[in-house]
């Protein structure tokens, strides 16, 4: 019995011994692992710092510049000979607030993606930049830097800030157009209307929540508000389909009211982009030209039955109107047509 439990004992000291050894070996394999990460991480910053086209900037942990590629020298005009530069000292005052509230987010996530701020550089201009960032380990896995890339979007931001600015004005025109408006990319969804367009068609629905929808469905339902309602439809499948101009094309709706349609085909550098509606009400216009001409007609009717010879002729002397006592007066062989 006391031998079986030394023997216990001794067995229990080997796998101890055995334990402790690799525990060291394990521990020696680790050291190694994190040396190699902490050598590979560097391999890669040293690689994508002189390949990348955009800026590369390393900083501490207190936004002290390390290492910069030429393209980040270039942009904040920094050199070798320049005193040492701090990252948060060149943040728009502006912008620090949110890029404190980014850093912290770099803290905990180990990276972020698609800030934008703004730079206030050597020369007291201001730019703004895209940069990707994330963070640099040292040996022991504990942060010990960041890293980022920058973009100068300052050019593309002022584009955009005037495309926005254009389509403003744009939409603010339309509002005050004449016709009701609705523009449809290639696919029939529509982009772009405007209120006289919903009051003529959709009267319970506003321009905001018809942006996205599709106009085929639509074109189903809009049909119903005209007399030739199938015409309506067969003339909308033609234009779509032919993508070929048509202007001034007279529709007549189940009230009464008489529209004017316009369809052009818009192109983007011979790329086909969409389908541009004008619908103008010209119910007044055609209640007034119907008026007129029923106005010529009835002058014509009592002219022709004066009892007097009359006779119109226009500026170069030719005959317009006659009426049959002329004919009469004169003995003229012919009707006064």
């Given at each position: 019995m006391k031998e079986n439990t030394l023997m216990n004992e001794k067995e229990l000291k080997a796998v101890e011994i055995k334990i402790k050894a690799k525990k060291l070996e394990l521990k020696e394999i680790s050291k190694k692992l994190k040396d190699s990460k902490k050598t590979l991480q560097n391999l890669n910053t040293n690689c994508m710092s002189k390949n990348l086209l955009d800026a590369y900037c390393q900083v501490d942990m207190?936004?002290?510049?390390?290492k910069m590629n030429n393209e980040a020298?270039?942009?904040l005009s920094f050199n070798g000979n320049n005193t040492k530069i701090n990252f948060l000292s060149l943040v728009h005052k502006d912008d620090l607030s949110l890029t404190l509230d980014v850093y912290d987010q770099l803290l905990r996530d180990g990276s972020f993606k698609n800030y934008k701020c703004r730079l206030v550089l050597k020369d007291k201009s201001v730019k703004k930049f895209h940069i990707n960032a994330s963070l640099l380990y040292d040996s022991n896995g504990k942060p010990d830097g960041i890293q980022g890339?920058?973009?100068d979007i300052t050019n593309d931001e002022f584009l955009n800030e005037q495309l926005v600015k254009s389509e403003n004005r744009f939409k603010m025109i339309l509002e005050h157009f004449d016709s009701a408006i609705l523009l449809e990319d290639e696919n029939?969804?529509?982009?772009?209307?405007n209120k006289k367009f919903c009051d003529l068609f959709t009267p319970k629905s506003d321009s905001k929540s018809l942006i996205g929808k599709n106009c085929v469905a639509a074109a189903e339902q809009a049909k119903?508000?005209?007399?030739?309602?199938?015409?309506?439809?067969?003339?909308?499948n033609s234009l779509?389909?032919?993508?070929?101009?048509?202007?001034?094309?007279?529709?007549?709706?189940?009230?009464?009211?008489?529209?004017e349609r316009d369809y052009i085909p818009v192109y983007n550098d011979n790329e086909f982009r969409g389908h541009l509606w004008s619908y103008k009400n010209v119910t007044a216009e055609k209640v007034a030209q119907q008026n007129l001409v029923e106005s010529e007609k009835n002058l014509k009717t009592l002219i022709q039955n004066?009892?007097?010879?009359?006779?119109l002729e226009d500026e170069n002397g030719i005959g317009v109107l006659a009426n049959k006592k002329l004919c009469e007066l004169f003995h003229m062989p012919m009707s006064p047509e």
């Amino acid at each position: 019995m006391k031998e079986n439990t030394l023997m216990n004992e001794k067995e229990l000291k080997a796998v101890e011994i055995k334990i402790k050894a690799k525990k060291l070996e394990l521990k020696e394999i680790s050291k190694k692992l994190k040396d190699s990460k902490k050598t590979l991480q560097n391999l890669n910053t040293n690689c994508m710092s002189k390949n990348l086209l955009d800026a590369y900037c390393q900083v501490d942990m207190f936004g002290n510049v390390q290492k910069m590629n030429n393209e980040a020298s270039r942009l904040l005009s920094f050199n070798g000979n320049n005193t040492k530069i701090n990252f948060l000292s060149l943040v728009h005052k502006d912008d620090l607030s949110l890029t404190l509230d980014v850093y912290d987010q770099l803290l905990r996530d180990g990276s972020f993606k698609n800030y934008k701020c703004r730079l206030v550089l050597k020369d007291k201009s201001v730019k703004k930049f895209h940069i990707n960032a994330s963070l640099l380990y040292d040996s022991n896995g504990k942060p010990d830097g960041i890293q980022g890339i920058a973009r100068d979007i300052t050019n593309d931001e002022f584009l955009n800030e005037q495309l926005v600015k254009s389509e403003n004005r744009f939409k603010m025109i339309l509002e005050h157009f004449d016709s009701a408006i609705l523009l449809e990319d290639e696919n029939r969804n529509i982009t772009l209307v405007n209120k006289k367009f919903c009051d003529l068609f959709t009267p319970k629905s506003d321009s905001k929540s018809l942006i996205g929808k599709n106009c085929v469905a639509a074109a189903e339902q809009a049909k119903l508000l005209f007399k030739n309602s199938e015409d309506f439809m067969s003339q909308i499948n033609s234009l779509t389909s032919n993508k070929k101009e048509s202007l001034s094309e007279v529709l007549v709706m189940l009230d009464g009211t008489v529209l004017e349609r316009d369809y052009i085909p818009v192109y983007n550098d011979n790329e086909f982009r969409g389908h541009l509606w004008s619908y103008k009400n010209v119910t007044a216009e055609k209640v007034a030209q119907q008026n007129l001409v029923e106005s010529e007609k009835n002058l014509k009717t009592l002219i022709q039955n004066l009892d007097h010879g009359i006779f119109l002729e226009d500026e170069n002397g030719i005959g317009v109107l006659a009426n049959k006592k002329l004919c009469e007066l004169f003995h003229m062989p012919m009707s006064p047509e």
